[in-house]
Structures are given as structure tokens and as C-alpha cells.
């Protein structure tokens, strides 16, 4: 049975007499994590990231005893959708096995996924708002199953401009305030705040004192501005961050977000900035193995590959093996496959694999029980959901290379498992495929080799990174997004009317000055219309 609003509130009460911590007491009693899955945001094309699913399989490559050391947030929910629609609720978020059948209810009885625990914990369940009342009713409802509520300060997407949250929040100062400081006063748990940099470092540190004089307990930044987005994300700023580690007060507990693309880029970052964690969003959905240590050179593990320069990473196969195993036991609740060791060059035993014919869908069971199937409860499990765009992103590479398992994984089916599992098996032929001729011929496999990887125009200031995070397709590995000056180059973005006309009007000034006024007021008009009339598309929820 759920619990009524009235034991919710004895619930509350009794956690109130508890000393509520904040700031960095609050920080060390969480563990002190020093990396972070970052929120991202809904209807994008990264809706689904810290599934409960994908953040165990995160957390599944760290020792027991360090599981504390990483910190993971929910997706971004929308506050008053959350507050409002019980179903909203069931769709989004699952503690327990019990429903958010009713308003004002909190689901009770067996612990479930989210905020579990045993297995999904610390855990910061993020919200976009811009009523202080909707948010706490809201963060009313998770309130019991988190450690801290967080404010999105830095959704920089277009629906964010319309229902004026996030980052568009950043013109109202006072509403922030009483947004941050509502929760601060009502919830028994810590409030903290996650914010884009602004024009100057002057603003940025005062908009951070704004946000922790409201009451937040951490602040996450994010090295980028508003506009940066899409195709015009660009790099990350972390001499901002770095300003603020040095001009707030020593205590103030930081975590940095922006430019994390593999595990050496980690220390790095704490080092630049001077930060308490580091958060990763995409660089931890292309690879969630990101903030894991290799093993050392002499243990031997299998999911780890290692080229003969030395450089590696996990391997797909292994790690989508992983993932799905964890959809069975936790997700739907059943024994996982048996499943043969890894492939390894080399052993006989294992060269079956090679000669395995391509996976087809032969399931005999007709559309309308398949359709009947769909309607089971377990496929409102936001892990499910988020099954198939987790894929394309981690194998990314891969799918590059081999279409016919991008084929195949885009005929996967919510809920359809098997079909997942036959994704599987093809990925797995696909890299024992791929090992088998790394041993014969590695150099065709290096960023500057003659495979299909790496096809990218030389001549783009990106390529230098691309060729220094390159792996073979069987490695997870990040996207390197092209710079906003390579985007115009290669034509995945391209100038408004009114950019096109403030280019030629500087072209036009560099010829025969003026100092018209009309004409450097459109020209600062048309500059601003370059941003903000950017694809929507890879928007990363900051």
C-alpha cells in the first residue's frame, strides 16, 4: 500500500529532528565522490542516460568499497509535470515496486531501482522550475529516495527559452533565489544547483554567491554558455571554474562539467580547475566505463583490450554484455543468459564465433501478440526506454563500420529483449571479427590507417583530437563533436538571412568604415541571430 500525505508528513517530521547537513559536511557524508554522472536533459537526444540501469552499469565498474566515490544525478524531470501527473511520475521515476498510483501519495514497500540503497546511491534527483510551489511539491515525492534535490539552472534547448527554466532563468536572479531557498527551508535533504558560465567570470562568480546565499549546498558548473549548444557546443571554459574555486569561500563544495572525453581528461580537470568531483554527461554515455581505472598491466581481464602501442579501453561486446545482464536480473527480474567467455584471439575453442552466419529475427510470433506483449507494465521501466538510444551511442563506432547492426538495432522494440540479445551476438561476431585482423595487420585499425574509422578532414582543428582519443570500433570511445568554425566549414550548420547580411556588412566595413550607428545596431542584430538559430539536435542538458 502507498503511504498517505499524512504519513509522508510524519516521515518528514521525523528526518527533520535529524541534523540536517549542508555544504561541504553534507559532501563528506555522501562519501566525498570525485566523479559525478552529470543530469541530462528529457527530449533530447540523450533522454535516458541515468537510467537506473545505465547508472548501475556505471557503477558496476568500481570496486564495492568505492561504489561511494561516484556520484550519479537523474535526468532532468519537468517539476510541475512531476508534481501533477501520477503518471508523469511512474514513467520517470521507480523506487519501489509500488506506483505513484495517487496525488499526494509516496509509494512504499519493496525498494525497487531508483535511489535504491543497495544500488543506486548517492544519487541527486535533478528538476527544471520556475514556480518555488511546484518545485517543492515535486521534490516532495522523491524527497524520501535521493540525497539532495538539484535545480537546472543550464538546459540551454529552445522548449527551455518557451517555458522560461534553465538556463533562460538566468535574467531573474530573485526567482532563482526563492526557488533555491524554498527547498533549502521545507526539505529535510540538501537543495544544490547545476549553472552555465555566464559573459565574464565577474558575473559568473556573482551568480554562483547568489545561488549558495539561497541556500545550495554544491554547485555544479558547466564551462559553457547558454548558446552553446549543438553543432556550436565548442570547448568548455575551465579557467571560469577555476575562478570561482578561487574567489568563493574555501569550503564551497564545486564539481566541474565540460570537456571530459576519456579517464586521463578526470585528473586533469581537478587539477585545472581546482574542483571537489568531475561530471561527465556524453563522455559517460559513449563510454560508461569512463570513470573506472584500467587494470594493471599484469591483471588479466578479459573486457579490457590493450593494442600492441599500449593504448585500450573496454570492450564493446563486454560491456554491452554487462548492460543487458543487468536488464535481466534488476529490471525484469530473471536468471541472465548463460553466456561463453570472451572471445580472445588466438584460442581454438573460441573460433566458433568467426563462422557464425549473421543474426536474423526468426521469432515466429505474429504482430498483434507482439503488440499485446508491449502493453506489460515492465515496459514503462525508464531502463527499457532508454535501452535502445544507450546503444547507438556506445556503439557508435562500431555501427559506422557495420551498418547491418545499426540495422538490426534500429528494429529493436521497447521492450523486445531478444532482439537486443541478437544485437548482441552480432556485435560480438563483429569484434572477434575485428580482433582477428587487428593480429594480422594493427596498423589498419590507427587513426592514420586505411580502415573506414577515421574519415574525417584533416585539415579540421578537430582531427588532432580525434586521432589522440581514437580506438578500433571494439573499444568504447567518445564522440568528438566538430568545432562551431568546422561546423559552418563542412555544412552542418549554415548562416541565417540575417547572419548572411552582418557578414557582408563586415565585410562591407573592413572595405569603407563607418560610423553609422543603424549599421553596427543590425550588425550586432545579425551576430546574435548566428546563435541563436542553432540545430537542436545533441543538445547536452548543462
Known amino acids: 500500500m502507498a503511504s498517505t500525505a499524512s504519513e509522508g508528513a510524519r516521515k518528514r517530521a521525523a528526518d527533520h529532528e535529524k541534523p540536517k547537513l549542508t555544504g561541504r559536511k553534507f559532501y563528506e557524508s555522501i562519501g566525498s565522490p570525485k566523479v559525478v554522472i552529470a543530469p541530462m536533459v528529457d527530449r533530447s537526444e540523450f533522454v535516458g542516460i541515468e537510467s537506473p540501469a545505465w547508472r548501475m552499469l556505471t557503477r558496476s565498474f568500481f570496486d564495492q568499497s568505492a561504489s561511494a566515490s561516484l556520484l550519479a544525478y537523474s535526468p532532468m524531470f519537468h517539476a510541475r509535470l512531476f508534481a501533477e501527473m501520477a503518471k508523469n511520475r511512474d514513467q520517470c521515476f521507480q523506487p519501489t515496486r509500488e506506483a505513484y498510483r495517487k496525488a499526494h501519495t509516496i509509494p512504499a514497500g519493496e525498494p525497487f531501482l531508483d535511489g535504491n540503497p543497495e544500488l543506486d546511491r548517492p544519487l541527486f534527483v535533478q528538476f527544471c522550475a520556475n514556480d518555488p510551489d511546484e518545485l ?6 522523491v524527497e524520501p529516495f535521493c540525497d539532495a534535490v538539484d535545480l537546472n539552472l543550464g538546459c540551454p534547448q529552445g522548449i527551455a527559452r518557451k517555458g522560461n527554466y534553465g538556463a533562460f532563468l538566468q535574467e ?6 526563492r526557488l533555491i531557498n524554498k527547498l533549502h ?8 544547483a547545476k549553472m552555465r558560465i555566464l559573459e565574464t567570470k565577474e558575473a559568473t562568480l556573482e551568480y554562483a554567491r547568489t545561488i549558495l546565499d ?29 575562478y570561482l574555486r578561487d574567489n ?16 586521463n581528461d578526470l585528473s586533469e580537470c581537478l587539477k585545472t580547475t581546482g574542483a571537489d568531483a568531475v561530471m561527465s554527461a556524453e563522455g559517460n554515455l559513449s563510454d560508461p566505463t569512463i570513470f573506472s581505472k584500467p587494470p594493471a598491466l599484469d591483471q588479466a581481464e ?53 563462422t557464425l552466419g549473421d543474426e536474423e529475427d526468426h521469432s515466429p510470433e505474429p504482430p498483434r501478440k507482439r503488440q499485446k506483449r508491449d502493453q506489460n507494465p515492465a515496459v514503462n521501466s525508464p531502463s527499457l526506454k532508454a535501452m535502445q538510444g544507450h546503444l547507438f551511442h556506445m556503439l557508435r563506432a562500431l555501427v559506422a563500420r557495420h551498418t547491418d547492426i545499426r540495422d538490426t ?25 575485428g580482433l582477428q585482423e587487428y593480429e594480422v595487420d594493427p596498423d589498419q585499425f590507427s587513426a592514420g590507417g586505411n580502415s573506414k574509422e577515421v574519415t574525417q578532414d584533416t585539415s579540421l582543428a578537430s582531427a588532432a583530437t580525434k586521432a589522440r582519443y581514437h580506438r578500433p570500433f571494439w573499444v568504447c570511445q567518445p564522440y568528438i563533436r566538430p568545432l562551431p568554425e568546422e561546423a559552418y566549414q563542412i555544412g552542418a550548420m549554415s548562416l541565417s538571412k540575417k547572419a548572411l547580411a552582418a557578414k557582408e556588412l563586415e565585410e562591407q566595413t573592413s572595405k569603407w568604415p563607418s560610423s553609422s550607428q543603424a549599421a553596427t545596431a543590425s550588425k550586432k542584430e545579425a551576430q546574435a541571430e ?9 543538445v547536452v542538458c548543462g
Not at 248 to 258: C, H, Q, S
Not at 530 to 538: D, G, I, N, T
Open 136 to 141: 517543492l511539491a515535486a521534490a516532495r515525492y
Open 172 to 177: 531573474d536572479p530573485s526567482l532563482i533565489s
Open 185 to 192: 527551508k521545507e526539505l529535510s535533504i540538501p537543495v544544490t
Open 214 to 242: 539561497a541556500g545550495a549546498s554544491i554547485i555544479s558548473v558547466h564551462g559553457r554558455r547558454r548558446e552553446q549548444k549543438g553543432h556550436n557546443t565548442g570547448v568548455a571554459d575551465w579557467s571560469y571554474i577555476r
Open 248 to 263: 568563493l569561500p574555501p569550503d564551497t563544495v564545486i564539481f566541474a562539467n565540460g570537456n571530459i572525453l576519456n579517464h
Open 302 to 354: 578479459p573486457a579490457y583490450w590493450r593494442g600492441k602501442n599500449g593504448e585500450g579501453g573496454f570492450r564493446v561486446d563486454a560491456v554491452l554484455r554487462r548492460y543487458l545482464d543487468i536488464i535481466h536480473q534488476y529490471v525484469l527480474g530473471e536468471k541472465t543468459p548463460v553466456r561463453s567467455p570472451l572471445f580472445m584471439p588466438g584460442k581454438s575453442q573460441d573460433a566458433s564465433i568467426l
Open 409 to 433: 538495432l534500429a528494429k529493436c522494440r521497447l521492450g523486445d529483449i531478444a532482439a537486443f540479445e541478437r544485437v548482441l551476438s552480432m556485435v560480438e561476431k563483429a569484434v572477434a571479427r
Open 530 to 538: 548566428v546563435s541563436s538559430e542553432l540545430p537542436r539536435e545533441a
